[in-house]
């Protein structure tokens, strides 16, 4: 989308939208008083501390900071562009959007917007390579692998030509730049200048989101060359620890069927997935995160980990799915015959016996202690020990205390150990990390807020009648702190063009910095006391206070200048600072 967007078209798709509606489609909410709470989605926590005021039509997270609007939560949660969270808003609420200017403050097209139009670009590339003369290799190749030609056109599938320079130059007959190239990982600069193609002479297996936009690329060889597999880096719109291969396709059988079938690689997925099994999604080759697990818990809490026999006994891949656990997810695990990936075993077995092998899948706790004991004498004392040691890893992820104790119980029996035994290892294994979650290092700012303006400012948010009394009681000058005045002045102005005061809508006008002082100040606030009358005693004290501070300040400013004055021995400008100074004191008096 391209245009500037009236301010006023801005508030109406803001007014028209519920934030509660919007955030409880990527997050569960829990009703909390009079608003709602969930675990920040921008930095791992296990207290909810993640805000959202129905009444305010705001967000804030009390642990990590990150405050706003539905435009801003769409920016940071889907990694959007101002305009694509405001077209894709604007859509919900069913407001048109004229097409004219630039945004303010916004270029014609952002960051982003731009490497999504230019891997759409090179996608239709690929495709075109697979279906030419150059590509007659690698289409055999896929038909050969049972992928029929409706699942080439529905995953897009392609052929980078073996050529270094093929896309290049068919992007930049398209006016795309070499540096923005780059940037989406389809470029690689070369030592002393010139760039050449990342993906050559591979099969090229395009990496969709939810919305069915192109991130981002997987390439395999035809033939046993190594590596077998190159991805795209990590760019503005694409995160491999965030995204799962066939999502887009598969997120409705996912939600229809109330469980998700995870396997490994791209044909993987392709096989069960066009031979019915429409509840299944591909990691990427990457052990799990928190981040896909917790997108996967918005469609269903019921998940099956196709391993095949090459990885099934790794302790550490295994170890990954206690974030299942942690995320209060059910959790089951199939094991293929050794030599069988998903691929082979469908095109062996059939569609039939793969979904009869995820439907008798075994829970994580079974699992988990078969593999175990096939790697630790179970029968020696210190076999028991590191298979129970292990095992209470993932029975300390459970947070449901009736299902802790019945593993509990269970692996006391399993290991021919005691349960108290077991009981006091497990309050061990609780002070220590089972499993080393990634984390969203903090950065905040530090401010030392004017306490009695934030104050004053919050019940101005809570109240937008009084914005009107204090402009007349009040100058802008009177504020100290620059955020808190930044904040009034936008409410003088808002309220000078008759619109409501809404927070929502201030934080249009404000960095995210400022936008954090406001969210706060409005969730501090809803449970200060309400009565009237003590209401106007605190807004009368703030002012005066505020007038005071402004004039001891004021003085303070004038005292310095005072003694410069007489340092140098200037009169006249001495005679008129004192003046000033004695009028200072008379209106204090006053």
């Known amino acids: 989308m391209q245009g500037r967007i009236p301010e006023n078209i801005l508030d109406d798709i803001l007014a028209r939208v519920d934030i509660v509606e919007v955030i409880s489609g990527f997050l569960p909410l829990k009703k909390a008083g009079r608003n709602f709470k969930a675990c920040c989605p921008f ?25 706003g609007n539905a435009f801003k939560f769409l920016m940071r949660y889907e990694r959007l562009d101002f305009p694509e969270a405001v077209e894709a808003l604007a859509s919900r609420a069913g407001v048109v959007l004229p097409r004219t200017e630039n945004f303010p403050g916004q270029p ?22 697979l279906n030419a003369p150059a590509g007659l290799k690698a289409k055999e190749y896929l038909l050969q692998r049972g992928i029929r030609q409706e699942t080439i056109s529905a995953l897009k599938l392609g052929f980078a030509p073996d050529n270094w320079d093929s896309l290049i130059n068919y992007l930049r007959s398209k006016g795309v730049s070499l540096g923005i190239l780059e940037k989406a990982g389809l470029a690689i600069g070369k030592e002393g200048g010139g760039f050449y193609d990342r993906f050559r002479n591979r099969i ?5 989101d939810i919305k069915g936009r192109v991130l981002g690329f997987g390439a395999r060889v035809l033939d046993n060359s190594l590596p077998k597999y190159l991805n795209s880096p990590e760019t503005a719109v694409y995160t491999k620890g965030k995204n799962l291969y066939g999502f887009n396709l598969a997120k409705d059988g996912i939600r229809e069927n109330d469980f998700v079938a995870i396997v490994e690689g791209y044909l993987d997925f392709i096989l ?19 981040e896909q697990a917790r997108f996967l818990k918005r469609y269903t809490h019921n998940v099956v980990m196709v ?26 695990v199939v094991s293929l015959p050794a030599g069988l990936d998903p691929d082979l075993f469908v095109r062996k077995e059939g569609i039939a016996a793969f979904k009869e092998k995820i439907a008798s899948a075994e829970n994580l706790f079974d699992y988990k202690l078969k593999v175990l004991k096939s790697r630790y004498n179970a029968k020696e004392i210190e076999g028991r020990a590191k298979v129970s040691g292990l095992m209470l890893e993932t029975i300390a992820r459970f947070k449901n205390a009736i299902l802790k104790s019945e593993y509990l119980k269970k692996l006391a029996q399993e290991l021919n150990l005691k349960e108290e035994a077991l009981l006091e290892e497990i309050r061990k294994v609780k002070t220590e990390k089972a499993y080393a979650y990634p984390q969203t290092k903090l950065e905040r700012k530090t401010y030392h807020t004017n306490a009695t303006e934030k104050l004053l400012m919050s019940l101005m948010l809570e109240e937008n009648g009084l914005v009107s009394r204090i402009r007349e ?27 409501q005061v ?16 406001v969210s706060e100040s409005v969730f501090l606030t809803q449970n200060a006391p309400a009565s009237e009358a003590h209401r106007e005693k605190v807004v009368s004290d703030c ?22 004055a007489q340092h140098v021995g200037d009169e006249e400008l001495l005679s008129r600072l004192t003046e000033e100074f004695h009028c200072l004191i008379k209106k204090k008096a006053g």
């Open 43 to 67: 930095h791992h926590e296990k207290t909810p501390s993640f805000m959202v005021s129905p009444d305010r039509q705001i967000y804030h997270c009390f642990g990590c900071g990150e405050s």
């Open 108 to 129: 014609s097209s952002g960051i982003t917007t731009q490497l999504y139009k230019i891997n759409e670009l090179a996608a239709s590339f690929y495709s075109a390579n």
């Open 204 to 208: 090229i297996f395009p990496i969709f």
């Open 272 to 290: 069960p997935f066009q031979e019915g099994l429409k509840s299944v999604t591909a990691s990427l080759g990457t052990a799990l995160t928190v």
């Open 307 to 332: 391993y095949d026999a090459d990885t099934a006994g790794e302790l550490a891949t295994l170890r990954s799915l206690d974030i299942f656990i942690e995320e209060e997810m059910n959790v089951r």
């Open 473 to 499: 009681s009040l100058d802008l000058e009177d504020f100290q702190d620059e955020r808190i005045s930044r904040i009034v002045s936008i409410m003088f102005n808002l309220v000078d063009q008759g619109k």
């Open 502 to 517: 809404e927070p929502q809508i201030l934080m249009n006008h404000l960095g995210d910095d400022i936008s954090e002082l």
């Open 543 to 564: 002012i005066q206070r505020m007038k005071n501070e402004r004039l001891k300040l004021e003085r303070q400013r004038l005292h310095e200048q005072i003694k410069a």
